[in-house]
């Protein structure tokens, strides 16, 4: 199972191109950390996945499938894609029907046992009769990602999951990455906090520019911080730490 971008363009504004012959490959089990500046098309990216968003030019494959041929609904059951305001995507009554609502709409066979474990992956299993809205933002965020992992699809995209959480919703997630990793679910995630996810990651996609300018081994980051720079970021501070460290050593 694989998703697949190849030679992609995408543009709002045909004068202004945002993304510029994308080529890219994730399977399941992978862990795509994508990376830039605001503004270089990373939330742009993850639209291009589920179909929100068709290519101007070039394919977007999920499992085989071009989204340039298949609605949203078809997509979902092969990847499911969490925004970056937990409030654009939230809309039932309690916790509980929200997670419960892709299995049931997707018409898997174990609804019960998926939300429940989504629930608990996710810390939210107590709180499953109260309104979403009650939570504060930052388990709103971890409510959308149990819902995506409730829906069963054998990709998640991410976009910023960890933004304001909190330390003690930080540890959720990632014990949460954890177990996601450990049952081969495919995860693309945009995110800035590269001191967080990039050792979770099992690649990294580095964008400037509207272009890639590297895909691949997250460990050749390390080793090539300009790449980083390029990009205009920075490797975290413990990493440098690490670098100076060992390099002293």
Request: glycine share 6%.
């Amino acid at each position: 199972m694989t998703i697949e971008f190849r030679n992609v363009s995408f543009h709002y504004d045909r004068n202004r191109p945002l993304i510029n012959e994308l080529s890219f490959t994730s399977g399941t089990g992978d862990f795509l950390l994508v990376v830039g500046q605001n503004g270089v098309g990373k939330s742009t990216l993850l639209k291009l996945l589920n179909g929100i968003l068709k290519p101007i030019a070039g394919q977007v494959l999920v499992n085989g499938l071009d989204t340039a041929d298949h609605p949203t609904s078809r997509l979902a059951k092969e990847i499911c894609v969490t925004f970056q305001n937990p409030a654009d995507q939230i809309f039932a009554s309690t916790i509980r029907k929200e997670v419960e609502f892709a299995p049931r709409n997707l018409r898997l066979d174990n609804v019960d046992h998926l939300v429940d474990k989504a629930l608990s992956l996710c810390a939210l299993e107590s709180l499953s009769s109260h309104h979403p809205y009650d939570l504060p933002t930052a388990q709103r965020k971890l409510l959308t990602i149990a819902s995506a992992i409730a829906s069963g699809a054998p990709f998640l995209a991410f976009d910023e999951p960890s933004a304001g959480l909190s330390q003690v919703e930080r540890t959720v997630f990632e014990r949460l990455t954890t177990a996601l990793k450990n049952d081969a679910r495919g995860m693309i995630v945009v995110s800035h906090d590269l001191g967080l996810l990039l050792r979770y990651a099992t690649k990294i996609l580095v964008l400037a520019r509207g272009q890639m300018i590297y895909c691949g081994d997250p460990n050749a980051i390390l080793e090539r911080e300009k790449i980083l720079r390029q990009a205009g970021l920075r490797l975290p501070l413990p990493f440098r730490l690490e670098k100076v460290l060992g390099a002293k050593r």
